[in-house]
């Protein structure tokens, strides 16, 4: 989750006077959780614009996905994990090729798998990775980015 401060918004809100958004100079994340930063093309007709959402959640991400069309796409997706996930002791971005739900099949509890750029692999799941069963794939690099 991203919070937002009052003495953080910057004005005007927006050069166009669009009432329905609002600018801000920083937001604060609150867990220490992975997130996504996403870049997303939007045709109007006669352009292309793109630009950048930091995503907090899968739930929210799969919204996203579920919003691609003809005139908006993603050109790009980055998972930006915490230290204690990625073992390097510090917050990194790196480029998400996958993302899917996997369950223990010792248990069936289930949990996100993450599959970056580098050939790592991170999980949102309590159990090692040896004991876990791709379920549902959420995102693939090769299905989900471009145009539909």
């Not at 006077?17 to 007709?45: C, H, K, M």
Request: glycine share 8%; net charge negative; charged share 20%.
């Amino acid at each position: 989750m991203f919070t937002t401060y009052s003495h953080a918004e910057l004005w005007p809100s927006t050069p166009l006077g669009n009432q329905l958004t609002r600018s801000w100079s920083f937001v604060e994340q609150e867990a220490i959780w992975p997130w996504f930063y996403v870049q997303v093309a939007r045709d109007d007709g006669s352009d292309v614009a793109c630009t950048m959402l930091m995503i907090a959640t899968v739930p929210h991400f799969e919204q996203l996905l579920q919003q691609r069309s003809a005139r908006l796409w993603l050109e790009q997706v980055q998972l930006v994990t915490p230290g204690y996930m990625n073992g390097k002791g510090e917050w990194m971005l790196g480029r998400l090729l996958e993302l899917y739900l996997a369950e223990d099949v010792r248990g069936g509890e289930l949990g996100h798998v993450f599959r970056v750029g580098d050939g790592q692999s991170y999980t949102t799941h309590a159990s090692d990775q040896n004991f876990l069963k791709r379920r549902t794939t959420i995102f693939s690099a090769l299905e989900h980015l471009g145009p539909p």
